[in-house]
């Protein structure tokens, strides 16, 4: 990894709490928080050592040392670290060496916390939003009139009953992690360790090791390390954009969700583990298994208990609901007392099709909490591809200037272009238009769509 990559490590990593990049020595170039548990984290600890900084860590239990020193990434490996001065929290973290050519230069640590922990802080001072604050979802949180949603509500709280692997599927920014967080938090497992990893974030090299541990000799620089199925034993473990997983990673998987046991890499002896699995899926369903993304054998095994659920453009009841709710996330988060918005706005997302679904609805408030001057949220304060939509309709003007083809061109531009805008990488707008990356960018050269 080079010092350039360190910007893109967010987009590669779906769920990070905290992120460190140190010197060759271990000194601290970086630091960004972006889950808070509090206001008690170190505010600036740029140009501290990282020992300085964990004072109960040295240089054997450091993973940032530990790789400074061993040259070789270190990989989910459960940390204790006082992030608070009075307060130990537990987190899994993946520490990456920094190289310019041979050279290691410097350290990156990834780190996310074990919701465990997070729900021990929770329960003895925060306030509930506080809790909102830290992903700690509840069925409670899922805001729905839609009858499609009660029933998927309904679905999970009978998923958490009992230890069947759920396999959750739907459009991107539909809310699926939302449900498995209810599941985990429903069930019966809800104080053990809820572990979410994001399947297209592992490199292709690194996935067994990843998901089953390592003992210390099986590969140049290996130690023993617990993998993710020994950290959610007893707890839940969230396999997301499962389809994006190696399919010979997936044989593996398969063993050991059947046996309900597994051998660490390079390891002799069998480890028993009783995990519930939540797999995710941002595509059809037939889709994966036709394009040969999921080994049929391995759905049949995940799929035992199936939650689809809706886009927003399904369930456009539940659009006044959504906007309130984040209308009082952002005013607690900005410090605004923003009441509303226009009856324009509202009819505006009423009509729109909402490619982003929910996210992308919490995406423009966000935009619109920039600009927002008033107590009502106007128009002209949206994104421009919001506020200058055009009503739909029902009926086709045939006028002989446009061809068929030059027709539906004209649609894939406007629905292109459309989802670039409501996502922040190209990955991202291709999985909404459910297309490759290849084949979107091929059709932005050859439509001549400019990407801002």
Partial sequence: MRKTDVEIIPTLFNYIDFLVVTDKEGYIEYYKVFRSLGS????????????????????ETSTIMRVLKNKEPIINEKQYLNIFKERTVTVISTTLPIKEGNEVIGAVDINRYIYKSIRDIENSKYEDITKKKNHVFTIDDILTKNDAMIK??????????TNSPVMIYGETGTGKELI???IHNHSLRKDNPFIVQNCSAI???????????????????????????????????????????????????LRTVENESFRRVGGKDLINVDVKL???????????????KMRRDLFYRLGVVLIHIPPLRERKEDIPLLVD?????????????????????????????????????????ESAFNFAEGEIIDKEELPHHISTQKPTSNTINI???????????????????????????????????????????????SLGIEIE
Avoid: C
């Fill in 40 to 59: 008690r984290i170190v505010k600036d600890p740029v140009g501290l050592h990282i020992l300085e900084l964990h004072q109960h860590l040295d240089e």
């Fill in 152 to 161: 998927v509500k309904n679905r999970t709280l009978k998923a958490a009953q």
């Fill in 180 to 182: 498995a967080q209810s």
């Fill in 203 to 253: 490199p292709l090299t690194l996935g067994e090791s990843t998901f089953f541990g390592t003992t210390r000799g099986s590969f140049t620089g290996a130690e023993n390390k617990m993998g993710l199925f020994e950290m959610a034993d007893g707890g839940t473990l969230v396999l997301d954009e499962i389809n994006s997983m190696d399919i010979n990673l997936q044989s593996k998987l």
């Fill in 278 to 292: 939540i797999s995710i899926l941002n595509e059809d369903i037939h889709s994966v298994l036709e394009n040969n």
């Fill in 325 to 365: 709710s984040f209308i009082n996330e952002y005013n607690f988060k900005m410090g605004k007392n923003i009441k509303g918005v226009s009856k324009d706005v509202m009819d505006l997302f009423m009509e729109y099709n909402w490619p982003g679904n929910v996210r992308e609805l919490k995406h423009i408030i």
């Fill in 399 to 445: 006028n002989g200037k446009f061809s068929l083809t030059d027709a539906i061109e004209e649609h894939e531009i406007k629905y292109i272009k459309l989802a670039l805008e409501s996502s922040s990488t190209l990955n991202e707008a291709a999985s909404l238009l459910k297309i490759s990356r290849q084949t979107l960018k091929y059709k932005i050269d």
